[in-house]
């Protein structure tokens, strides 16, 4: 049931928001000359699969988790994609593709073997990642990896409809902040 909801909502939503894409588009094209950032991340049953953003970090940023980033490494204009959350519409395709799900634990990336191991240990392969979700919206990011899978395994243990369309109303009003970024 809810992966009709990801597939529905992903279509709506990208056909929706397909104007602010071209001009997000347009104005990261300007920032940073490459508007997408595509980065490899861990999926569900630990399969890797390529995210899509918004490029918020300067072109020639090192690959790592925002957590480790330092915070001049956001452009202005990414300042405020990420701010508002907008850098993630990309990721509806993700989730249209089967990749994501708007729901669920935030991707990891290959190289966060600590984050890896507290997620095999909870048991949160098994689920599609997600672009929001309980860790989300409580501001837990990926530099506490064992709070973190802890969070997440209670999402997934007591996720149900009404708590997917929760999860996804309390993002998009504005809760949670994201990854942190060093200052």
């Known amino acids: 049931m809810i992966r009709f909801f990801d597939i529905f909502f992903s279509l709506i939503g990208l056909i929706v928001f397909s104007p602010l894409l071209t001009i997000i588009f347009i104005m990261c094209l300007f920032d940073t000359g490459l ?29 790592i988790a925002s957590h480790l980033s330092d915070a001049s490494n956001i452009t202005f204009f990414g300042q405020f994609l990420r701010k ?30 600590e984050l890896i191991n507290a997620r095999r240990y909870h048991n949160i ?8 979700g309980l860790a989300q919206i409580d501001d ?14 209670r999402m997934l243990a007591n996720l ?24």
């Open 35 to 63: 508007p997408l950032f595509r980065q490899e991340r861990i999926g569900q049953d630990e399969k890797l699969f390529m995210l899509v953003k918004f490029r918020t970090m300067h072109k020639n940023t090192i690959s």
């Open 84 to 113: 508002t959350k907008l850098d993630e519409l990309p990721q509806l395709w993700n989730v249209l593709k089967g990749e994501m799900s708007l729901v669920g634990p935030r991707p990891g990336l290959p190289n966060q073997f």
């Open 160 to 183: 149900t409809l009404i708590s997917y369309l929760k999860y996804i109303i309390i993002t998009v009003l504005g809760r949670g902040s994201g990854d942190a970024i060093k200052r």
């Open 125 to 132: 392969f098994v689920a599609r990642p997600g672009i929001t």
């Open 140 to 153: 837990i990011d990926m530099s506490t990896p064992e709070l973190l899978a802890k969070t997440d395994a």
